[in-house]
Every structure is written in C-alpha cells, then in structure tokens.
C-alpha cells in the first residue's frame, strides 16, 4: 500500500509502503479491499490500484507495521541518534548551516543533511556543548 504518510505530512523518511495485505475482493473495475490488522481499523480499506504495488519478495524493503509506531494523527515521528558532521554551504547573500544526521530505523540506518538550526531546536541534546 502507497503513502500511509499522505493522510498526514510525508517526510523524506517516511516509509514508501506499507504491507504486505491481502486481497479481499474487487471493488469496481479499480479498486480493491485489502485486509488490514486491527491496528488499522481507522484507514478504510479500499484502494484505487495507482495506491497498490505488487508484494516484493526482498524482506528489508516491507516495512511492518508493527516496526512503525503510528499515533491517532496517521503519523508518526522518526527520530535521529546522532549529528555526524557539519558544514556551511554558502549562498550568495548568506550562509546556510547544515548538519548530517544519522536516523536510526529498526532495521537500518540512514544519513541525511538538514537545516542545523530546526534539527538544534528539535533535538537540542544531539549538540554537544564544549564545557
């Protein structure tokens, strides 16, 4: 199933599906009812097929969703372990802070540049202070 994340914001983490379910029935020429856990009761379960992908068998690109905590919002928050590295970037008139930031999934991790000054606010315990 495509975009869990489209109900609400969709990061550049966020999990691109979701799945496997099964196939219930037909419904329509392009829709299908998929069989969701109880954990899912809220999201209705019938799909157009542009929503749908084929089942994958390469187990580290299924997300479960057990492995992802999703609030009442159909979200949920992804935190980072660790600033790597930092640099500047420079523009024409002014200078860009960024941070590398390593997030830290169940099964693997990935490593992203962001805004140093909106990951700081966030997770102002990633910054060590010189004391």
């Not at 392009?30 to 992908?53: D, K, Q």
């Not at 997300?63 to 992802?68: G, I």
């Amino acid at each position: 199933m495509k975009g869990v994340m489209r109900f609400s914001k969709k990061g550049k983490l966020s999990p691109r599906f979701i799945g496997p379910y099964w196939i219930l029935r037909r419904v329509g020429r392009v829709a299908y009812e998929l069989e969701f856990p109880s954990g899912l009761e809220s999201i209705h379960p019938i799909f157009h097929v542009s929503m749908l992908r084929k089942c994958i068998g390469d187990p580290s690109r299924v997300v479960q969703v057990e492995d992802v905590q999703i609030t009442e919002a159909l979200s949920y928050e992804e935190t980072p372990f660790a600033i790597l590295d930092r640099q500047v970037h420079k523009l024409r008139t002014k200078e860009v802070a960024l941070a590398k930031v390593l997030w830290r999934n169940k099964n693997r991790e990935e490593v992203t540049w962001e805004v140093e000054d909106g990951i700081r606010s966030k997770y102002p315990h990633l910054f060590h202070t010189p004391g």
